[in-house]
């Protein structure tokens, strides 16, 4: 059993910032987290799913959306089980649902389709 539990959503002024973090717990990721690629998602009212970030196992490659480059950094703490997304000069468009995913493997992914684990998502509502 795995589980992805996401936190540090809310409600924040354009222009600010928040840190996502997502704890992974379960047996297969006590033991395996650190082979494990992880992503951060989103997706707001009436619209799919979207890649936001993918962080491959070492953490050294980190692979961003156009729409967050440079705002937003994903990062993880393999001793910890956990992942980060800091996400800075926040505006109204970044509004959505967060999800945390996970896979086994190599490298980054952008897809929905590669990540067999999801959290069950932290909202994040960018408003004034």
């Known amino acids: 059993q795995v589980q992805l539990v996401e936190s540090g959503g809310g409600l924040v002024q354009p222009g600010g910032s928040l840190r996502l973090s997502c704890a992974a717990s379960?047996?297969?990721?006590?033991?395996?987290?650190?082979?494990?690629?992880m992503g951060w998602f989103r997706q707001a009212p009436g619209k799919e799913r979207e890649f936001v970030a993918s962080i491959m196992w070492s953490g050294v490659t980190t692979y961003q959306a156009d729409s967050v480059k440079g705002r937003f950094t994903i990062y993880r703490d393999n001793a910890k089980n956990m992942v980060y997304l800091q996400m800075t000069s926040l505006n109204p468009e970044d509004t959505a649902v967060y999800y945390c995913?996970?896979?086994?493997?190599?490298?980054?992914?952008?897809?929905?389709?590669?990540?067999?684990?999801w959290g069950q998502g932290t909202q994040v509502t960018v408003s004034s």
């Open positions: 379960g047996r297969t990721f006590s033991i395996y987290f650190a082979s494990y690629r």
């Open positions: 995913a996970a896979a086994q493997g190599p490298g980054v992914s952008r897809s929905t389709a590669d990540y067999p684990y």
